[in-house]
């Protein structure tokens, strides 16, 4: 079933329809559904969705419950409304800036998370100082690679470089010992890309991508495109991309961790460094 996000769109009907035609059996009986939760005929409902009539604050609330919205949805929703109801030019301006608003919002990966930073600026320096630090650190949840020596062979590093970097983990709280076993010890951090040290952590493993052409894993992904596009569509691409960001830590998040991968993605335009 296709995942439909509220997010995506700036027309509540137009939202309403790809909602419906998502659902098993191309939505049918969910058009009575929604005039049933809307408390109005599904007559009304039909002359919604043909732009001849606006749904009420009131019914938006009620359909936004049925269809289980977050708060954060459900608010974007009755702002899609309240844009959709504007009577004059100015009035229809201001709702669509709040609706750029939380779009751009959104796009800020460290907001969508909603990532807590538990390490000092001195302790997260040194963490994203080296590709080691934030390596071992995703080596110790997995369950065969809780060890200096294991870490050490999976990473082909020496033992005592393995072994200060776990003391480091575990001076900041990143880890834990328990019976002769090194494990994870408080939720990851993510920086935010208003950090100064986001440049070095994405160089550490853009170097480490690098290092991996050549040894040309069976199971690994290379993909480089340069080509031409609209404003728009780059504005849409990169929503995209973000999107598929958050499947992937949907999908990491339950993952049994049996092996350590790194995901790097790069979608920019292309200047010269005079520009």
């Not at 970097?165 to 994870?184: C, K, P, W, Y």
Request: hydrophobic share 40%.
């Amino acid at each position: 079933m296709e995942a439909i996000s509220v997010f995506d769109f700036t027309d509540y009907r137009r939202y309403l329809h790809r909602y419906i035609d998502s659902r098993p059996k191309k939505g049918r009986g969910v058009r009575s559904a929604l005039a049933q939760a809307a408390g109005c005929q599904v007559a009304y409902l039909t002359r919604v969705f043909s732009d001849q009539a606006e749904l009420s604050l009131e019914q938006a609330d009620a359909i936004a419950q049925y269809l289980g919205f977050s708060q954060e949805e459900a608010n974007y929703f009755l702002l899609m409304i309240q844009y959709a109801r504007a009577g004059t030019p100015r009035l229809r301006g201001h709702f669509a800036n709040q609706l750029e608003e939380v779009q751009k919002k959104r796009l800020i990966l460290k907001e969508r998370f909603k990532v807590k930073e538990t390490l000092t600026l001195e302790a997260q320096t040194k963490y994203y100082s080296s590709w080691i630090y934030t390596a071992i650190h995703m080596c110790i949840t997995v369950p065969g690679l809780q060890t200096r020596d294991a870490i050490a062979r999976y990473l082909k590093l020496s033992p005592l470089k393995v072994g200060r970097a776990l003391e480091f983990l575990e001076s900041v709280g990143l880890a834990r010992t328990e019976s002769g076993r090194t494990l994870i010890g408080n939720a990851r951090v993510h920086l935010g890309a208003d950090s100064e040290l986001i440049s070095k952590h994405h160089t550490n493993w853009r170097i480490q991508a690098i290092a991996s052409y050549d040894r040309e894993g069976e199971r690994d992904l290379h993909y480089t495109s340069i080509v031409s596009l609209s404003r728009a569509d780059q504005h849409k691409l990169k929503a995209l991309l973000v999107k598929t960001i958050e499947e992937f830590n949907a999908t990491v998040a339950p993952s049994p961790e049996e092996e350590v991968h790194c995901l790097a993605m790069d979608f920019f335009g292309v200047k010269s460094a005079s520009d």
